[in-house]
């Protein structure tokens, strides 16, 4: 990737080809130079076996950005797959681009094969590692890159400068076409085969056949402190990681900075950014960076390996040494982790609400219909697995998209009716009775004014099993002010809100069997999706969208919709 700066403003134009072509444009000072590579099928060899995978520009994980506060973007995306795809720049807020932010059918139709799209965009007011991935179906098992925010120019880390940077992109891998894999669970109504592997930086690590001469290599000198920018695109798996006698000091998450605190162990959804600081105080050696699955919904089937990459000082030739690792179902490590988040400054949490929702996120199962052939009910007892936010199981529209449905006045596109609680009161998180099992389908959205102030409280539900959900909005970043165990009793549990300090996040961790609420001002105009950033979950409907209006003046309305934009 090559890039022109200038003082004020740096900006890529970058052309991504999927699969057998690619080439990569950079803007700056008016002036447009453009380069192009052609790149021969892409062949990665993993786990003994060659597979012919979609990549960008040739890379798997695909190009990482290195961009600064107030930078803006220009990526020319053509697809050269035969698959469509769609980029989501993850914890982004595009601010009123909402039709750069990606989603199929949300924001806009996919990018048919041979078709392009060219994605604008700026960075405004977040700092520290966010990330870039597929947003249709599940190309983006090997689609995504990370996005690196430095501070603008000038500017500095609210901490030591750290010695060097390195990037921990933690993946799934399958020793097959992960959309044969998604296709065959969606034709037969069960769950997908899990991965077959874990990856770092595209590397399964020195514990599976056949990798060890690939194995990642982080390098480090002593006494020095260097910084660790982790990110989850895993496609269905929370990961705990941890890095063989070293402790590890976080202090950012989702591009926003935390106050600063120690321990051995992260865990991160599939979505979430943990920035950590590592310092070289150990003797002189190797040491596994080690991670591995957190597994909270109990009986159901995981991926039980695990990946490594060698934390590597300089000189070093022992063996490295192996970390211990948590339980696969260790909870209470992952709530101490996931609870020890505090913003670093004092947060401007709205307190004062205008839209006051109740979501519960959650699996159920849909009856087959009378004559259904059984290989399409391979569901618990005949039936196919489906999710629910407040019993609506989300519907993908297929010749618009939402956005463009609302801004041209389409109708029979989408409905308004999304309910701000769950239509039925029960123990969500207790004994729930079957007939509470099926959702309805629909392509349901909630509409949000301007300006408004929203809270959220997310309950997990033990429909069917109860597990640990990654909930990711689009547009925005919220305020996770509380989470708990059980049943959110708004008596009780308001009692325990962090207005003071709460951390800023993009991607919440809903615990298993449990309740998290978020907040946030509505002050961005588009069409969110808030979805589970597990991606069978979305597949299978666990997702609802924020139509969010345009305010008053230019400076609170959405921009017009490019000319590029791809047809359905």
Known sequence: MESVFSQTLRTFF?????????????????????????????????????????????????????VNNGDTLVVHVVNKARYNVTIHWHGVRQMLTAWADGPEFITQCPIRPGG????????SGQEGTLWWHAHSSWVRATVYGAIIIHPKLGDSYPFPKPKRESVIALGEWWDANPIDVIREAMRTGASPNVSDAYTINGQPGDLYKCSSQDTVKIPVDSGEINMLRVINSALNQQLFVTVANHKLTVVGADASYVKPFTTKVLMLGPGQTTDVLIKADQPIGRYYIAARAYASAQGAPFDNTTTTA??????????????????YNDTATATAFTTSFRNLEKALVPTEIDHNLVITAGLGINQCPPNTRARNCQGPNGTRFTASMNNVSFVLPSNFSILQAHQQGIPGVFTTDFPAKPPVTFDYTGNVSQSLWQPIQGTKVYKLEYGSRVQIVLQGTQIFTAENHPIHLHGYDFYVVAEGFGNFNPKTDTAKFNLEDPPLRNTVSLPVKGWAVIRFVADNPGTWIMHCHLDVH?????????????????LQKLEKPPTDLPVC
């Open 116 to 123: 392009s799209y060219t994605y604008r965009f700026t960075i």
């Open 310 to 327: 060698i934390l590597e000082y300089k000189t070093a030739t022992s063996n490295p040494i192996m970390p211990p690792l948590p339980a």
């Open 538 to 554: 979305i597949g299978w409907g666990l997702a609802t969208v924020f139509l969010v209006e345009d305010g008053v003046g230019p």
């Open 14 to 66: 970058l052309l991504i080809s999927l699969l057998l072509f690619s080439s990569l444009t950079s803007l700056a000072n008016a002036e447009t130079q453009y380069h192009e590579f052609v790149v021969q099928q892409t062949q990665i060899k993993r786990l003994c076996e060659t597979h012919n995978s979609i990549t960008v520009n040739g890379q798997f994980p695909g190009p990482t950005l290195e």
